[in-house]
Nanobody, 125 residues
């Protein structure tokens, strides 16, 4: 059974930084793509960033491009989301996910079949 556990969320002032972590277990981590999504109150869950199974490709939502960086550490079975220059509109619950298909990658949530419980990120103005 796949298990994903996020950490690293919190309260930060606008312009600040946070690094989210997502530890995975129950699946051969290095064979699956990973993604980060977020959901603000009253809104749908949105794509934030994705990384391919081998780390060679990354994709970002336009709203975070140049500010956020997704990366993986296969030795630790962990995916990270480094968030810099945070804005109040980045406030949301952030979720990590792993693709349903090995060697896959996706920009939409239907490409993923396992999700973490989420971690709250709040950016104050």
């Amino acid at each position: 059974q796949v298990r994903l556990v996020e950490s690293g969320g919190g309260l930060v002032q606008a312009g600040g930084s946070l690094r989210l972590s997502c530890a995975a277990s129950g699946r051969t981590f290095s064979r699956y793509g990973m993604g980060w999504f977020r959901q603000a109150p009253g809104k749908e869950r949105d794509f934030v960033a994705a990384i391919s199974w081998n780390g060679d490709s990354t994709y970002y939502a336009d709203s975070v491009k140049g500010r956020f960086t997704i990366s993986t550490d296969n030795a630790k079975n962990t995916v990270y989301l480094q968030m810099n220059s945070l804005k109040p509109e980045d406030t949301a619950v952030y979720y990590c996910a792993t693709t349903k298909d090995p060697y896959g990658m996706g920009l939409k949530d239907n490409a993923y079949d396992a999700w973490g419980q989420g971690t709250q990120v709040t950016v104050s103005s």
